[in-house]
């Protein structure tokens, strides 16, 4: 039914190529994936060969589908690209992710700040919903790590089901960029919409750093994009309220919300561009500030002009020879056996403007240039068994975390004795 939506709504007459929409998996049934997916399987005259499509493929699928419509988007005469196609998520795309506490459907988008493409994946549920194998939905996707649009709840009930959601999400690694509240009568005294974000710059802000001698050289968003933060607190956006008959079309409603949908439009081209400068940034600074341990420094190539420091007239280890390439990564996140990195080049060897590009430079050192290029990920080959046992980012194992850290925090043990230590030692 969605696509038939956009259809009526975007491009009625089919003819706008700009516009492209299509389902990825039909279920006969209007129920649970879970439920629909093993409906379609029992109705199905050769069962054996009518499988549930596993988590894996159905990731693999949006992943091509997701790089089709962004090839196609580059190859277009309109576009204003000539790159080429890449295996993974992308090297020029930045994604987003939209996500539903209620019942309404969750949707997941992408947004290339080369051709202006954006895409909008939508799945079925909320948070926590399950797929069709079951994986609740937060896990399924969480190979991905879409950054989150989550659409809240503004009548009663709504605050706890919108921050519950928004918890499920922090705790499995995502990162909220948005919030997106509809209206419903009486919105104005129950004041959903205020309490949560109280609730977030209060409870949810913390790991922030600001910093006054760095900038965007290139920002949109010089003047905010001034402190560092581990989790940023998503931006709140309202919508007016859904006309009352569940029959009439939406036409006035979109066009009465219009400044709101261009706001989190705008905020979204913000937040990922800002992610991409503090990236940059950070791999400057990091190796200003950080000791790494088992570790010689010397001989560490530093980030200098950005692409491996060519440009550095001191680019020679201990001993004179001359280093090659960047020794630092920047590690945005991990799941699994692998590191998702942003990749970083030197900004004046390319004319692309949709990279984002950061200049710092403190008393004791020369001005460094550094460009965020794109994301690859990396097989983690050198993990301890502090991480490979179990992988990264696992949710049960930060569930387990999340739970002891609320119940004990640290205790010390000596002659004290718990439920846990007692388990573990049985």
């Given amino acids: 039914m969605d696509e038939y939506f956009i259809q009526l709504y975007t491009n009625p007459l089919g003819n706008n190529p700009d516009i492209y929409y299509r389902t990825l998996n039909h279920f006969k049934h209007a129920l649970s994936p879970h439920v629909a997916a093993a409906l379609d399987r029992q109705g199905s005259h ?6 549930v499509l596993s988590d894996q493929e159905l990731i693999n699928d949006l992943l091509h589908e997701i790089n089709a419509f962004k090839q196609s988007a580059i190859n277009s005469p309109f576009s204003s690209s000539s790159s080429s196609s890449s295996s993974s998520l992308s090297t020029t795309t930045t994604e987003i992710s939209m996500s539903s506490s209620s019942s309404s459907s969750s949707s997941s988008s992408s947004f290339n700040t080369r051709s202006h493409l954006f895409t909008v994946v939508e799945t079925a549920g909320g948070v926590l919903s399950p797929g069709p194998n079951k994986t609740l939905q937060a896990d399924l996707y969480r190979p991905l790590r879409l950054p989150v649009l989550l659409v809240g709840d503004a009548k009663l009930g709504g605050i706890s089901t919108t921050l519950s959601a928004y918890e499920s999400l922090v705790i499995r690694g995502y990162t909220v960029v948005a919030l997106v509240m509809i209206d419903q009568p009486n919105s104005h005294l129950m004041g959903n919409a205020d309490y949560i974000k109280e609730q977030l710059l209060s409870r949810y802000s913390y790991g922030q750093y600001t910093h006054g001698h760095h900038h965007h050289s290139n920002s949109t968003t010089h003047g905010e994009g001034n402190a560092w933060q581990i989790n940023n607190v998503p931006a709140i956006i309202s919508f007016s309220s859904l006309p009352p008959q569940k029959s009439q079309l939406l036409h006035n409603w979109f066009q009465d919300n219009e400044k709101s949908f261009t706001d989190l439009l705008q905020h979204i081209q913000r937040a990922v561009h800002r992610e991409h400068c503090d990236a940059a940034e950070m791999v400057v600074e990091g190796q200003r500030s950080i000791w790494w341990p088992f570790t010689q420094h010397g001989n560490i190539n530093p980030m200098s002009g950005g692409g491996g420091g060519d440009d550095n007239s001191n680019n020679t280890d201990a001993t004179g020879a001359k280093r090659v390439g960047n020794d630092v990564t920047f590690i945005e996140s991990s799941f699994n056996d692998y590191y998702r990195t942003i990749t970083m080049s030197n900004p004046t060897s390319t004319s692309d403007s949709s990279s984002s590009t950061t200049t710092s430079s403190n008393s004791s050192s020369n001005s460094m240039k550094v460009t965020a290029k794109g994301i ?21 194992m930060a569930l387990a975390i999340a739970s002891a850290t609320g119940r004990y925090g640290h205790v010390m043990f000596p002659k004290n004795v718990h439920p846990p230590a007692v388990i573990l030692a049985r």
Avoid: A
């Fill in 376 to 396: 690859m990920d990396l097989f983690d080959g050198c993990g301890s068994w502090w991480t490979q046992s179990i992988g990264h980012g696992s949710s049960l």
């Fill in 46 to 51: 050769n069962s054996k060969k009518q499988k």
